[in-house]
T-cell receptor, first 114, second 111 residues
């Protein structure tokens, strides 16, 4: 079946602009996760959703970052007033349910803030 | 602070030989460990995992060993194949949702 998909695959934006990144999880997966990978670093957990609710937002780096999920499916990660340090690959993953440890990742969105 | 560490950024192995990738962790509360493989421009792909109640898990050419007292795990690939060339990430969790990743080890398998 179809895997996790993300769009856009690449995004170049100017400092100060807002960006939206989209994630379509695997059909039937109730848990959804956002991570980011900065250059030379491991993946950093940002936020997860169980259904449409986000019990843990502690990984979001600042209040410029927000995420939502609607209909228990598609999720959007929004970064307001982007900064150069936001440049990274943003990865989305899904799992059958929260507590199902194996997470399946999408290809990521490479964000470059000029 | 990095709770999962992969101290070897790169590893080169000849085809047919064993590849051993290492991972150390600092949080004794971690109860589940995973290895992911990543090709350029793709997302990480799940490879193999192990629960803290076990010390070994095997799947085909891939075996993961867990040494809880040393807070160390390793991934063995036998025999190594050129298609195994990729970046390998070790991950650990105790929350059931947030995976803590190492920085990865780039494996190159030469013919």
């Amino acid at each position: 079946g179809a895997g996790v998909s993300q769009s856009p695959s690449n995004k170049v934006t100017e400092k100060g602009k807002d960006v939206e990144l989209r994630c379509d999880p695997i059909s039937g997966h109730t848990a959804l996760y956002w991570y980011r990978q900065s250059l030379g670093q491991g993946l950093e957990f940002l936020i997860y959703f169980q259904g449409n609710s986000a019990p843990d937002k502690s990984g979001l780096p600042s209040d410029r970052f927000s995420a939502e999920r609607t209909g228990g499916s598609v999720s959007t990660l929004t970064i307001q007033r982007t900064q150069q340090e936001d440049s990274a690959v943003y990865l989305c993953a899904s799992s059958l349910e929260q507590g199902a440890y194996t997470q399946y990742f999408g290809p990521g969105t490479r964000l470059t803030v000029l | 602070d990095q709770q999962v560490k992969q101290n070897s950024p790169s590893l080169s192995v000849q085809e047919g030989r064993i590849s051993i990738l290492n991972c150390d962790y600092t949080n004794s509360m971690f109860d589940y460990f995973l290895w992911y493989k990543k090709y350029p421009a793709e997302g990480p792909t799940f490879l193999i995992s192990i629960s803290s109640i076990k010390d070994k898990n095997e799947d085909g050419r891939f075996t993961v060993f867990l040494n809880k007292s040393a807070k160390h795990l390793s991934l063995h690939i036998v025999p190594s194949q050129p298609g195994d060339s990729a970046v390998y990430f070790c991950a650990a969790t105790n929350s059931g949702y947030a995976l803590n990743f190492g920085k990865g080890t780039s494996l190159l398998v030469t013919p």
